[in-house]
């Protein structure tokens, strides 16, 4: 890097330590996670874990791996075969949250770091039913076209 190239948000952050610790709080937090947990293949959250290292360190300046080893991000794509609603979103960004406060990062990186997360998490949501077969509603997307209710539902219904 040169004197006058401005240094990437990774590097501002501490590079590939700070991810690793990112990624690590955030997968505590899912291993334990009854809603969340299904949503991984892998028993072993592992190669989730290496994934999302790759994606998140690629976005903000670091290696290309992911995309050498995977292709384009496609997020919604990848994320399409599973029922992600509202209570999932906000289950992940509990964990997430929780990761990047780990970190205590200075004021404006942990900033911009949230808003980020904050809205791929919000992007991914594909559903605002529950799954019938899954208690948090998430799991293997139901086949066919899913109804919305025109009413809103209650605790009762």
Same mark, same amino acid.
Request: charged fraction near 25%.
């Given at each position: 890097m040169s004197e006058h190239e401005p240094m990437s948000f990774y590097d501002e952050i501490g590079g590939h330590e700070t991810f690793v610790r990112l990624v690590d709080v955030f997968y505590d937090g899912v291993a334990s996670d009854a809603?969340?947990?299904? $949503?991984?293949? &892998?028993?072993?959250? =592992?190669?989730?874990?290496? @994934?999302?290292? $790759?994606?998140? &360190?690629?976005?903000? =300046? =670091?290696? !290309?791996?992911?995309?050498?080893?995977? =292709?384009?991000?496609? *997020?919604? /794509?990848? +994320? /399409?075969?599973? +029922?992600?609603?509202? #209570?999932?979103? #906000? @289950?992940?960004?509990? +964990? /997430? @949250?929780?990761?990047?406060?780990?970190? #205590? *990062?200075?004021? *404006?990186? &942990?900033? !911009?770091?949230?808003d980020y997360l904050n809205r791929a998490a919000h992007a991914m949501v594909n559903t605002f039913e529950r799954s019938p077969s899954e208690p948090g509603g998430i799991g293997p997307a139901p086949t066919g076209r899913a109804e919305v209710p025109l009413t809103p539902r209650t605790k009762e219904s």
């Amino acid at each position: 890097m040169s004197e006058h190239e401005p240094m990437s948000f990774y590097d501002e952050i501490g590079g590939h330590e700070t991810f690793v610790r990112l990624v690590d709080v955030f997968y505590d937090g899912v291993a334990s996670d009854a809603v969340l947990k299904p $949503m991984y293949p &892998e028993e072993d959250l =592992g190669p989730a874990k290496q @994934r999302l290292l $790759m994606f998140l &360190e690629q976005y903000w =300046g =670091g290696p !290309t791996t992911y995309s050498q080893e995977r =292709g384009h991000p496609r *997020l919604r /794509m990848r +994320h /399409m075969p599973f +029922h992600v609603n509202p #209570d999932a979103r #906000d @289950r992940w960004l509990s +964990h /997430m @949250r929780a990761a990047v406060d780990a970190l #205590d *990062l200075p004021p *404006l990186h &942990e900033a !911009t770091l949230w808003d980020y997360l904050n809205r791929a998490a919000h992007a991914m949501v594909n559903t605002f039913e529950r799954s019938p077969s899954e208690p948090g509603g998430i799991g293997p997307a139901p086949t066919g076209r899913a109804e919305v209710p025109l009413t809103p539902r209650t605790k009762e219904s």
